[in-house]
């Protein structure tokens, strides 16, 4: 059975940092592409971005570009989303997922497993 889990969410004033875990089990984790995706409240989900197999290829949204770095541990079973320069409007439920591929996808339709979220508030 195949589970995502994430970790690291809470509350945090604008400026700060954040780095948010998302640990992979029950399948070949470097066989998977690792997306991170948001909800903000009353909005759609939204991709973050996405790091490749052997991390030799990250994505970002424009809005998170030179604030967030998206990292992996394929040892550990694990990917991580650095957030820092914490603005309000990073405030969102924030995912992640895996994708049985060599590329990323901005699609969440792409992604076959998804873990049940992490909240991040952004206060001033």
């Known amino acids: 059975q195949v589970r995502v889990m994430e970790f690291g969410g809470g509350s945090v004033q604008v400026g700060g940092s954040l780095r948010l875990s998302c640990t992979v089990s029950g399948l070949t984790f470097d066989d998977y592409v690792v997306g991170w995706f948001r909800q903000p409240p009353g909005k759609d989900v939204e991709m973050v971005g996405c790091?490749?197999?052997?991390?030799?290829?990250?994505s970002y949204a424009d809005d998170v570009k030179g604030r967030f770095n998206i990292s992996r541990d394929n040892a550990k079973n694990t990917g991580y989303l650095q957030m820092n320069s914490l603005k309000a409007e990073d405030t969102a439920m924030y995912y992640c997922?895996?994708?049985?591929?060599?590329?990323?996808?901005?699609?969440?339709?792409?992604?076959?497993?998804w873990g049940q979220g992490t909240q991040v508030n952004v206060s001033s």
């Open positions: 790091i490749s197999r052997w991390a030799d290829y990250t």
């Open positions: 997922a895996a994708r049985r591929s060599y590329y990323c996808s901005d699609s969440q339709l792409a992604y076959e497993h």
